[in-house]
């Protein structure tokens, strides 16, 4: 079974940064897209941004140019750099994968973003 585990979020100021992990056990990671989503109580989950085998990116609108996803196959890693966060930021975050059939969700990692 494969197994996610989100981490690096936090409480942040508006403006902040953080950086979230999402390590990948018991699956290649390398031969699969991922997407961070978010998820704030009463809403759905929404992607906010996906990373493709070969690495190319797609962003939500509302993050474009301010989150930048990345992936280290060897660490069976994917990464979220957020920058320039803003309240509306503000929900838990988790991994799975880009193109549905999802893996079991893990708990996600909360980030709060204060104004």
């Known amino acids: 079974q494969v197994q996610l585990v989100e981490s690096g979020g936090g409480l942040v100021q508006d403006g902040g940064s953080l950086r979230l992990s999402c390590t990948v056990s018991?699956?290649?990671?390398?031969?699969?897209?991922i997407g961070w989503y978010r998820q704030v109580p009463g809403k759905q989950r929404e992607l906010v941004a996906s990373?493709?085998?070969?690495?190319?990116?797609n962003y939500a609108d509302s993050v474009k140019g301010r989150f930048t996803i990345s992936r280290d196959n060897a660490k069976n890693t994917v990464y979220l750099q957020m920058n320039s966060l803003r309240p509306e930021d503000t929900a838990v975050y988790y991994c799975?994968?880009?193109?549905?059939?999802?893996?079991?969700w893990g708990q996600g990692t909360q980030v709060t973003v204060s104004s």
């Open positions: 990373i493709s085998v070969s690495g190319s990116s």
């Open positions: 799975n994968r880009g193109t549905g059939a999802y893996w079991d």
């Open positions: 018991r699956i290649a990671l390398r031969f699969n897209a």
